[in-house]
Nanobody, 124 residues
Framework: QVQVVESGGTSVQAGDSLRLSCVVS????????MGWFRQAAGNEREFVAS????????RYADSVNGRFTISRDNAKNTVYLLMNSLKPEDTAVYYC?????????????????WGQGTQVTVSG
């Protein structure tokens, strides 16, 4: 049973930085492509960033490109999302997901396993 658990969400001020973490257990982490998605109240879930199994390929939504960085540590079964220059429009529940596609897909339906989400609130 693969489990995906996010952490690190909190309330911050506009312009602050925040790092989210996501730990995967129950599977072979190095086999998975990983992605971050977010869902703001009243909106559909949207792609944020993804990373291939090796970390060599990454992909970003236009809205976060240049501000957010996705990375992974396969020795720790963990993927990170570093968010800089946060804006109020970044407020959302952030979800981590794993895919047996070892690439870095951006479509939610490409992902097999999902976490429960972590809330990020940006004020100001």
């Amino acid at each position: 049973q693969v489990q995906v658990v996010e952490s690190g969400g909190t309330s911050v001020q506009a312009g602050d930085s925040l790092r989210l973490s996501c730990v995967v257990s129950g599977g072979t982490f190095g086999d998975y492509g990983m992605g971050w998605f977010r869902q703001a109240a009243g909106n559909e879930r949207e792609f944020v960033a993804s990373i291939s199994w090796s970390g060599s390929n990454t992909r970003y939504a236009d809205s976060v490109n240049g501000r957010f960085t996705i990375s992974r540590d396969n020795a720790k079964n963990t993927v990170y999302l570093l968010m800089n220059s946060l804006k109020p429009e970044d407020t959302a529940v952030y979800y981590c997901a794993a895919t047996s596609n070892s690439g870095a897909p951006s479509r939610p339906d490409s992902y097999n396993y999902w976490g429960q989400g972590t809330q990020v609130t940006v004020s100001g």
